[in-house]
């Protein structure tokens, strides 16, 4: 399956480049906590993510429309990730909020799971919601798009992606190359939501995740690609603590 994870959260950075954290060792998911108190959340937190989706409740109908332009592909090598930046003017609107598209980046494993089956790798695509008109910054929310992918047919775009990835700590810009991250969504647009928070430090809570329930593919050259980079770059399911995940058709 995959995922569509939708964040509402007061902007803050995907990731914290001040304080040193990983996947494994001293600096792992279970310590993150314990490494400064910006990260307390990590580990004291009610609403965290990611979970394992199950026992679901029906919904309201889904309600996401897309407008996604083509963009200079920039990759990012940032040392937990490979990331993509995106340019302005591309947009989602869920339920009559409308988020601008910043970067999309990926996990593997996949960080959520689905009747505690995870897929072998996640994509999320993180925006910034665009304040209405009276609004102050202080009222802008994040939106992370998460899909689920699946080994099968590759996936073009994530080909040219994967081209010029470029060493660990540096970007890499291709002027000549573009893309469309519309090409990174699954046809139907029925998703899972449930209330959490960033998978990574600082752990920031207040997160509406919302989770598409169809798969993309990418081959299995395209998964040893990343995972010989990153074989483990995914935080482990959190407690639900009696919240409702629902389904949206």
Known sequence: MIILLLTSL???????????WDYDGAESPENWGKLSDKFKLCELGKTQSPINIKNLSIGSPANIEFDYRSTPLEVVNN????????????????????????????????????????????????????PKNGETNSANQLAVLGVMLEQGVANPLIAEVWKNIPAAGTTKKVSTSLINAINLLPKSKSYFSYDGSLTTPPCSEGVKWKVFTQPLTISPEQIATFTKLYPNDARPVQRLNERMVELHL
Request: charged content about 15%; proline content about 6%; hydrophobic content about 40%.
């Open 79 to 130: 040392g937990h990730s490979i990331q993509v930046n995106y340019a302005k003017g591309s947009t989602v609107t869920i339920d009559g909020e409308k988020y601008a598209l910043l970067q999309f980046h990926f996990h593997s494993p996949s960080e959520h799971q689905i009747n505690a089956q995870p897929a072998p790798m996640e994509l999320h695509l993180v925006h910034s919601r665009i």
């Open 10 to 20: 007061a902007i803050a950075p995907v990731w914290s480049d001040s304080i040193h």
